[in-house]
């Protein structure tokens, strides 16, 4: 499936410009994430996705959520689907550029951070910075992920949470450290006084990490 989706291109493109894929979260587009650019490498490409299904109040989302099952909270048939349809648009994306010796990275929030974890710990071997915010990992969609240190080695995450977050419990968030620590991956995590968003703190230290 082609994803809808808004790009960023810098003035140059080369078979090494670094590239970052965008994943909103429930009920929002891809205008969403796009906002941070400003604020990123000029000389990335930045590609903001929109989800394929569509939401009440005119957004969009990766898949369904039951807020009313936390044992159920996601479909996970859906989510599974969305993992595929991402892949290939970021393979096909990154080959009509011709980026052949690059860096990928990804920033997702809430449901997309959902869909980063599952990325990044599938295919460590395409990935390298990798933010996850306001988001939790799903067990269920972390089946056959790579467990070789080696490979994960070059992977980076930066996980934040919120403290008063409502629609993903601030517990939910924190399994990525014990994850992550448990894989030896490389992460920083970070709680703010906030909600389910990202505040002004937040959003300064995660340009910091892209800045690295």
């Known amino acids: 499936m082609n994803l809808d989706y808004i790009v960023r291109e810098p003035e140059n493109i080369t078979s090494k410009t670094p590239i970052l894929f965008m994943l909103h979260g429930y009920g929002s587009n891809e205008q969403d994430l796009f906002s941070f650019r400003e604020s990123l490498p000029a000389d990335w490409i930045l590609v903001s996705f929109r989800a394929p299904k569509t939401t009440q109040f005119e957004g969009y989302s990766w898949f369904d959520i039951d807020f009313n099952n936390p044992e159920q909270f996601i479909d996970i048939d859906q989510a599974k689907e969305a993992l595929e349809s991402v892949l290939e648009n970021i393979m096909a994306i990154t080959n009509k550029y011709g980026l052949t010796e690059n860096k990928t990275h990804l920033c997702g929030f809430s449901q997309g951070g959902i869909l980063c974890y599952s990325l990044a ?38 996980v934040s949470h919120g403290t008063d977050d409502a629609i993903i419990p601030f517990d939910w968030g924190k399994k990525a450290a014990d994850l992550l620590y448990d894989l030896s991956c490389y992460f920083t995590f970070r709680e703010y006084m906030s909600g389910h968003g990202v505040n002004q703190k937040n959003y300064i230290d995660l340009m910091e990490f892209f800045s690295k």
């Open 121 to 158: 710990l599938k295919y460590p071997d395409l990935f390298n910075y990798v933010a996850c915010l306001s988001s939790y990992p799903e067990e269920k969609l972390l089946t056959n992920i790579v467990k070789d240190k080696k490979k994960l080695e070059k992977l980076r995450f930066f």
